[in-house]
């Protein structure tokens, strides 16, 4: 059987930063079913579907900031699976990836 570092690391109780290649104080929201659902960074990092993220223009401190608008964008940025930094590379499939599925793909495709 072969180790995986990722899972044998969170058995033991230590965490690995986990890559995100995004604005996470923003909004960030996944479409499933057509309705636009807000999300966690860790759910948000392993949706392979429509993904996007709500903040502000730019960052003002005091009052000033009430008169930034806000702008939404669409985000196509990499999908890793859920609680690793592996990057999922296939077909979009609407729905969260898990470690699992990785496996399933390489097996199918060798």
């Known amino acids: 059987m072969s180790r995986d570092p990722h ?4 058995r033991e109780g230590r965490k690995i930063r986990l890559h995100n290649p995004f604005n996470c ?4 929201e996944v ?3 057509g309705t636009w659902y807000r999300t966690t960074a ?3 990092r392993s949706f392979s579907g429509p993904r996007r993220i709500t903040a502000p223009e730019r960052v003002v401190q005091g009052l000033e900031s009430l008169k930034i608008p806000v ?3 669409e985000y196509h940025g990499p999908v890793f699976a859920m609680d690793t930094n592996f990057e999922y590379i296939g ?4 729905k ?3 470690r699992e599925m990785l496996n399933e793909e390489s097996i199918e495709n060798n």
């Open 42 to 44: 860790n759910w948000f």
């Open 31 to 33: 479409c499933m079913n």
């Open 91 to 94: 077909p979009v499939l609407n």
């Open 25 to 28: 104080a923003g909004a960030l």
């Open 96 to 98: 969260h990836i898990k």
């Open 7 to 10: 899972l044998d690391n969170r």
């Open 71 to 73: 702008v939404t964008r």
